[in-house]
C-alpha cells in the first residue's frame, strides 16, 4: 500500500490550534501522526486520498491559524523504513516501556510492550494511548472481561493482558489494524486476546467489566449506546481522541443520558482521556 506524507508547517498561538487541524484530518482518513519542528507530519494510504475532502477541511482553519503542507508520496516498499526512522522508544508513569522489535528491551520495567510498528495507528506515542494507558495502570483490571474499540496495534488490549484481565475482545474496522493486533499479541506471547475485524455491529453479544475506546468524538457518540448495551452494571469505560473543550462536555452529556457517570480525566495537550461507569441496571 502506498502512502501520501504530508508535512505541515504551523504558526500557531495555541497547542490546541494544531490538535483540531490533526483531529480533522483523522476524520477524513489521515491515520497516523508525527509532531516536528515547526509542526507535524500526517500519513494517508494513497487510494483513500482526496483533494476535495483535504481543501474543505483545511478551509475551516484558514482564517484561525497559519498553516502550509508540502505532499510526498511514499512507495509502500518504503513505509517501514519512514515507521523505524520516526519510532522512538516511550516511557510511561516509569512502569511502562513501549518499544519496537529492533529496539532493545527495557528489563527495570514492570511491563514491556513490544510493537511492530507497520501501518497501524496507535504506538503509545499520542497523548490519548498514553493517557489510556496512564488510566488503565490506575484501574484494577485483574481478572476483568474487557473490550477495546479500535484497538490498532493492539496496545492496549495487551496491556490490559498484562495488568490481569482474562478475557480481552479488540476491534478494529481496519484489516491492517486487525492484522496487526494478532501479530503484537503473538511478539508479546499474549495469548488471551481475540482480535475481531469491524465496528460496533461486531462487538459480541456479551457484556464487559471494562470498555477501551481511544477514537474520536464523532465515532464515540455514535458507538455509545451500544458500548452501555455491552457493559456491566458498575462497569468502568474509558475513553479518549478527543479534546477538553468542547468535546469532554458533549460527551459526558451524552453519556449521562444513557446512565454512563462523569467520575474524572487525565489532560495532554487540550487532549482528554475520561473514565465513566455505568451507574444504571441494563
Known sequence: MNYYELLFTTITTEDYQQDLLINTLGEIGFDTFEEVDFGFKAYIP???????????ALSLYKDMFSFSYETTLI?????????ESNFEPLEIGNKISVRATFHQPNPEFPYEIVIDPKMAFGTGHHQTTSMMLELMLEN???????????????????????????EITAIDYDPICY????ENTQLNKVLNVKAICGSEDVIPHEQFDIILANINRNILLDQLPRYK???????????SGFYETPDLSIISDEASKLGLKYQDHKKNKDWVAAKFINISVN
Open 140 to 166: 484494577d483490571l485483574e481478572n476483568k472481561k474487557v473490550l477495546d474499540m479500535g484497538c490498532g496495534t493492539g496496545i492496549l488490549a495487551i496491556m490490559a493482558s498484562k495488568l490481569g484481565a482474562n
Open 46 to 56: 494513497s487510494a483513500e486520498f482526496n483533494q476535495d475532502k483535504l481543501d474543505d
Open 75 to 83: 512507495p509502500q516498499k518504503n513505509w517501514n523504513e519512514v515507521w
Open 229 to 239: 448495551e455491552a457493559i456491566k452494571p458498575g462497569g468502568e469505560i474509558y475513553l
Open 179 to 182: 492484522a496487526s493486533t494478532n
